[in-house]
């Protein structure tokens, strides 16, 4: 981060994060797949804090808090086929044009693996980088949305069960002690933030 950037984050005391080595934020990613490839955190010396969303058990060998814990759901557009179903079983998505986050994104993740335990491919026809405009894509009649239930409101929203799906978001850090004054500082302040990171039950 540029020195000129007096960007702070209030966490009990004003910290610069320019001060940082690095702080990752993967929903700024253009990409979320380059975001994912940067979040090697359990690499000492790499990263001091990274956003990440998970699927799956957190890695053993990092340390996380939760942020966000999301069950998934469908958005459909009035008009489409399962607009009015209430709710939807998840092989109902079955080829059915989808459209979704990109893969290194935990609903993505959370998604594909549902849909291969389940014993088929999903259909995604677009794929976009921030969910409103996965939602909006959704709206156009485009295809059948899965975002986090904490994003869309109003007419169209389907949870999906058997199985339901969830997805988190965690921030994440290198266990091992930092060098950095500033990573320390913030880092126990994340710690206050969310229950730690734990396996999926």
Sequence with gaps: MDDTDQRRIDAGNDIDLKWLRSFVVVAEEASFTRAASRVHVAQPGRLDLALIGWAGETPPDIDTVVLADDELVAVAAPGHPLADAGAIAL??????????????????????????????TPRFVFEASALPMVVQLAARGLGLAVVPASIPNGPGILPITSPSLRSRLELAWDPAPSANPAARALIEQARTLGPPGRPVS
Excluded at 101 to 108: N, Y
């Design 91 to 120: 092989g109902a998505l079955r080829d059915l044009p989808l459209v979704c986050l990109p893969r290194g994104t935990g609903v993505r993740a959370a998604l594909d693996a549902a849909c291969a335990g389940a014993g088929f």
